[in-house]
């Protein structure tokens, strides 16, 4: 019979062209016959009345354990004479690829009964088996998954639910399965349910939509959606599959990143600005801002050791989110129990809960806060230690609410006052240098001035003596001299009082107009009268130049750089002076051939009382006629500069605006 299904060529053609394998054996198991789609499944097409069962050379059961070709679906039909339906197996076919396959084998019996042999269909399910493999893997990844997998019609139903949303939201599976997805949606967000469906509707996806969702609790929970739409096998859109993730921590860590940033800006730009600064109450309010402001403090004040009258230490220097008033009922907190220990330099003082501390109110006169005080809980007390060791202050932070301080806290402002006590030390040492130097500058002023008056006295009696002497009288040349050098000191002592009122801001000014070119010739004709040892050489022609300016002033400017190019100059013998102008100004210029000055001391031989150390040292002068001239000469708005070569010669020279 078998022979006669095979060999019809009608049938032949059709079990071949099925896309379902089929083969046959005889009684005994041999194969007799088999389509393409059977080598399809084999991988091989084996040997016909010869090879025994099936023509695979390796079987596995589902569980991949091997199974005996004796012992395979075929060979128990043809053994037991029963049709066996749907027994799956796997054939490795010979490359080692494998294909599960369900196999119905049917014993095939002659009219009298008798089995001459089975046909198989061989059914390849191996696509079936890895989608729903994949199925299961997936199901699993999702049962397992820490986030919220969720999935809903376009109507907003909710159909799955997976461990993490419960966990995420709050919700069993039974509680919202077939409920709207908007009981996960605040209020005031339901309309970003409507954007997200109209999205999915379109085919397209939404991912990283960081939002807010709720909990069955009622409370809201940061979260971050990956939205996408489920598709039918058409590709229609039937629904919408969600992640949601939890990011509080993640936002939580984000604003720490950008806290920790903020802060070590800030650090940074006080750190800067404190070490540059010179003026004590600055840096403190700078102090006091930034720590206030690090520590998310409600207020911050600095209290300055500094003796008051009645001998108390801790005076309030600075205050930072707080106004003063606050504190003016505020005992020195140098006095109470809590904080001695900061104020006595020993250390930070950092309370969770100041009311619950147990030295708290038990101080005269208030016994805790004072009545009216800010409602303060949490606190922070900083010393501020200078070098030395000396507490210079305390800073206070305080917060209305308890635990607002962290050791953290105590460790930025610790930074920042260590730094500020460095700051505060500088300061502390210019401001008393200032007060030395303003001291000097009345000293110079009052003796200057004490000065004055007995010259003067001198001068008039040595002129009475002087007119008294005939002209032939040996006496005579002494006076002379004795009024040369009383001339001198009279100089000395009009340039140190100049200093003196430069200081304080009151040398006179007497402005007129004058011919600059005369004034310079007058000027090197007396100093030419003064010294024999250098020619002093006009080297423009500029005659006529006329400026607005107080005159005699410009001739002090003129005498002290022609003198000095004759005092710095003493191996050589002249001294040239030129006039110029342009459109705006004035110029003039007096140059020597002698020492020359180096480019560092360039810049501050204009200071007071600075003098070139070295070279100029065994040369008499006080340092001040520059300081003077440049006073002079800024004050008419112009400017007065040096271009020199040590060992060359310098080239001092001035200008001043035409027009006043
Ligand atoms: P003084 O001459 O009384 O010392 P100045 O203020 O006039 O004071 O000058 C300051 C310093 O500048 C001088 O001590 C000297 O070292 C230097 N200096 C001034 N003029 C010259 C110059 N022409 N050549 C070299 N050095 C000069």
């Known amino acids: 019979m078998i022979n006669t299904i095979a060999n019809t060529p009608l049938s032949y053609t059709l079990l071949n062209a099925l896309p379902v394998a089929v083969y046959t054996c005889d009684k005994d198991g041999r194969i007799t016959w088999f389509n393409d789609a059977a080598v399809g499944l084999w991988g091989r097409a084996p040997e016909k009345n010869q090879e025994l069962w099936t023509g695979a050379?390796?079987?596995?059961?589902p569980d991949g354990q091997p199974l005996p070709l004796h012992n395979c679906p075929m060979a128990r039909a043809i053994k037991e004479g029963v049709a066996i339906d749907g027994q799956e197996i796997i054939i490795e076919q010979p490359d080692g690829k494998q294909v599960n396959v369900l196999t119905h084998p049917v014993p095939l019996f002659d009219d009298d009964g008798v089995l001459t042999g089975a046909i198989n269909t061989l059914l390849d399910v191996t696509e079936q088996r890895n989608s729903e493999r994949k199925q299961a893997m997936l199901a699993a990844i999702v049962t397992t998954s820490d986030d919220a997998i969720v999935s809903k019609t376009l109507e907003g139903i909710i159909t799955s639910w997976n461990g993490g949303a419960q966990q995420l939201f709050g919700y069993t599976e039974e509680e919202v399965i077939g409920r709207h997805i908007t009981i996960l949606i605040p209020h005031e967000r339901l309309q970003e349910e409507t954007e997200i469906l109209t999205k999915i509707r379109k085919g397209e996806r939404v991912e990283h939509y960081k939002t807010y969702r709720r909990h069955k609790n009622g409370t809201e929970i940061p979260v971050s959606l990956a939205i996408s739409p489920i598709k039918d096998r058409k590709g229609n859109v039937i629904g919408a599959s969600k992640i949601a993730r939890n990011v509080y921590k993640q936002q939580l860590a984000e604003n720490t990143l950008q806290q920790y940033a903020e802060n070590l800006e800030l650090l940074n730009t006080i750190g800067k600005t404190i070490s540059e600064n010179l003026d004590v109450q600055e840096i403190l309010?700078?102090?006091?801002?930034?720590?206030?402001?690090?520590?998310?403090?409600?207020?911050?004040?600095?209290?300055?050791?500094?003796l008051d009258e009645q001998g108390e230490s801790y005076m309030l220097y600075t205050l930072s989110g707080a106004p003063r008033e606050a504190f003016e009922k505020f005992g020195m907190p140098r006095n109470t129990d809590v904080f001695a220990h900061t104020f006595n330099g020993l250390g930070i003082v950092r309370v969770d809960d100041i009311t619950k501390d147990p030295r708290y109110g038990h101080n005269h006169p208030h016994y805790g806060m004072p009545k009216g005080h800010l409602p303060v809980v949490s606190y922070l007390a900083v010393p501020v230690v200078s070098k030395s060791?000396?507490?210079?202050?305390?800073?206070?932070?305080?917060?209305?609410?308890?635990?607002?301080?962290?050791?953290?806290?105590?460790?930025?402002v610790s930074g920042v006052s260590s730094q500020a006590s460095v700051a505060l030390d500088n300061a502390q040492m210019y401001e008393e240098i200032q007060k030395l130097n303003s001291k000097k500058d009345e000293f110079i002023g009052l003796a200057s001035h004490e000065l004055k008056t007995p010259m003067t006295s001198l001068n008039g009696y040595l002129q009475i003596i002087d007119r008294s002497l005939g002209e032939n009288d040996r006496n005579k040349v002494f006076i002379q001299k004795a009024l040369s050098q009383i001339n001198k000191l009279s100089d000395l002592i009009s340039d140190l009082l100049d200093v003196s009122k430069i200081e304080a801001g009151k040398l006179p000014f007497s402005l007129s107009t004058f011919n600059l070119p005369e004034l310079v010739d007058e000027v090197a004709d007396l100093m030419q009268y003064s010294t024999k040892t250098h020619r002093i050489i006009i080297?423009?022609?500029?005659?006529?130049?006329?400026?607005?300016?107080?005159?005699?002033?410009?001739?002090?400017?003129?005498?002290n750089l022609i003198s000095n190019a004759i005092k710095y100059s003493p191996q050589a013998d002249m001294i040239n002076i030129s006039v110029s102008a342009s459109h705006d100004k004035a110029a003039v210029t007096v140059q020597d051939f002698g020492m020359g000055i180096s480019k560092e001391q360039q810049e501050r031989i204009f200071s007071r009382f600075y003098r070139v150390d070295d070279l100029a040292s065994h040369i008499s002068g006080l340092g001040i006629g520059l300081y003077i001239s440049k006073d002079i000469i800024t004050r008419h708005g112009g400017r007065l500069y040096v271009e020199s070569e040590p060992g060359k010669g310098s080239t001092f020279g001035f200008e001043i605006p035409l027009k006043q």
């Open 57 to 61: 050379l390796k079987i596995l059961k």
């Open 285 to 306: 309010q700078k102090v006091t801002d930034a720590t206030t402001t690090l520590t998310g403090a409600a207020f911050g004040a600095f209290f300055y050791n500094k």
């Open 389 to 412: 060791g000396e507490v210079i202050g305390g800073l206070f932070l305080g917060h209305p609410e308890a635990g607002r301080f962290t050791r953290e806290h105590e460790m930025l």
């Open 539 to 559: 080297c423009s022609d500029i005659h006529d130049l006329v400026v607005h300016a107080d005159k005699q002033r410009i001739e002090q400017v003129m005498i």
